[in-house]
């Protein structure tokens, strides 16, 4: 029952949308897409003034134009301060901020946020993880709250 509850949490969650900006292809397949690195953007959802991008791979192919490939963990992150901060909420230590399914059903790519209070800084983790095994790749990117 568990399982299931974490399946469709994901699910759920996955639909949390960034906007595209843009890819670049990596290598070519003949038959559907090309594998490619895609550059995505979102904001904070619970601070308002910051926004991250994320590229990710993606994986091409008969499978990956049909949603069934499974991508590598490799990504990248970088958060930025685009306004003023406020924040909309009380903050949790890594709080899920961003998620994206990357494989049908078993593995996503997450972002979540930390605050370093000592420093007056946000931390954003971007990682893989699976049901059973995750990925030790990971990237980070920091915030330091700074009046506008």
Not at 42 to 68: Q, Y
Request: one cysteine or more; a positive charge.
């Amino acid at each position: 029952m568990k399982f299931i509850a974490s399946c469709l949490l994901v699910l759920i969650l996955s639909s949390v949308s960034a906007e595209e900006i843009g890819k670049v292809d990596t290598a070519f397949k003949l038959l559907g897409a090309n594998h490619s690195i895609v550059i995505e953007a979102f904001d904070d959802p619970k601070v308002t003034g910051v926004a991250c991008h994320l590229s990710r791979a993606k994986t091409g192919g008969i499978k990956g134009s049909l949603g069934l490939a499974e991508d590598t963990s490799d990504a990248s992150i970088a958060c930025r301060q685009v306004g003023p901060i406020e924040f909309n909420d009380k903050l949790k230590q890594g709080e899920r901020v961003f998620t994206k399914k990357t494989s049908l059903i078993f593995k996503s790519m997450q972002v979540v946020r930390f605050y370093d209070a000592k420093r007056n800084t946000l931390v954003y983790l971007v990682y893989s993880d699976k049901v059973i095994d995750g990925s030790p790749k990971n990237a980070i990117s920091t915030v330091p709250i700074q009046k506008w």
